[in-house]
């Protein structure tokens, strides 16, 4: 069984920046991703990672302002956010433990972490 911890949520204005931390208990070899859910809507694909790093998978609405990295020597996964919109506003989930499915599936992980609130606004 893995334990995920998120942190770093919080309120930041639009086009400001916040990072995202995902400590696991234990090693999380395979793939890693966020994702994120909105009030009043279904939890969605943000970003993906494979083990080692080497290849990476973005929401198109994200792409060019998100970046999911790693560090596996600290079982930790992070997920840089900038240039945030107000239709960012969600809870941002980390998930690993992935089952060979496709990484944009929230039915491919079997570890979630609890939620870290995010809210872009003036």
């Known amino acids: 069984q893995v334990q995920l911890v998120e942190s770093g949520g919080g309120l930041v204005q639009p086009g400001g920046s916040l990072r995202l931390s995902c400590a696991a208990s234990?090693?999380?070899?395979?793939?890693m991703g966020w994702f994120r859910q909105a009030p009043g809507k279904e939890r969605e694909f943000v970003a993906a990672?494979?083990?080692?790093?080497?290849?990476?998978y973005y929401l198109d609405d994200v792409k060019g302002r998100f970046t999911i990295s790693r560090d596996n020597a600290q079982n930790t996964e992070y997920l840089q956010m900038d240039s945030l919109k107000p239709e960012d506003t969600a809870v941002y989930y980390c998930?690993?433990?992935?089952?060979?499915?496709?990484?944009?599936?929230?039915?491919?992980?079997?570890?979630w972490g609890q939620g870290t609130q995010v809210t872009v606004s003036s």
């Open positions: 234990g090693r999380t070899s395979y793939a």
């Open positions: 998930a690993a433990g992935w089952r060979g499915r496709s990484w944009y599936r929230s039915d491919s992980y079997e570890y």
């Open positions: 990672i494979s083990g080692d790093g080497g290849f990476t």
